[in-house]
């Protein structure tokens, strides 16, 4: 009924940029509070950023001044500008979104995941 996808991971050298990007479909009535989190191999997975319904972002504090999230309501599309990329960043990267679709059930929904190696 509903879908995420994400799309836009890679191969980067360490001070590289990529914009990952999580698209919805499906029977969405409205998408509120979406994450994006992330697990590196062998370690617990954490929230990376997250934005509100109203566009309202926070990140953590490893992310901070160098990923910015945002969101386009018209496309369904939340994204995750990543500059001054550090090996550490290196992980599979997921989102999570919270939606209501047309027959008013809430429901959270994650995509498959998109990896981000960042490597010289």
């Known amino acids: 009924q509903v879908q995420l996808v994400e799309s836009g991971g890679g191969l980067v050298q360490p001070g590289g940029s990529l914009r990952l990007s999580c698209a919805a479909s499906?029977?969405?009535?409205?998408?509120?509070?979406v994450g994006w989190y992330r697990q590196a191999p062998g370690k617990q997975r954490e929230l990376v950023a997250r934005?509100?319904?109203?566009?309202?972002?926070n990140y953590a504090d490893s992310v901070k001044g160098r990923f910015t999230i945002s969101r386009d309501n018209a496309k369904n599309t939340v994204y995750l500008q990543m500059n001054s990329l550090k090996p550490e960043d290196t992980a599979v990267y997921s989102c999570n979104a919270r939606i209501k679709t047309t027959d008013w059930v809430l429901t959270d929904y994650w995509g498959q995941g998109t990896q981000v190696t960042v490597s010289s």
């Open positions: 934005i509100t319904s109203s566009g309202s972002p």
């Open positions: 499906g029977i969405i009535f409205r998408i509120y509070t």
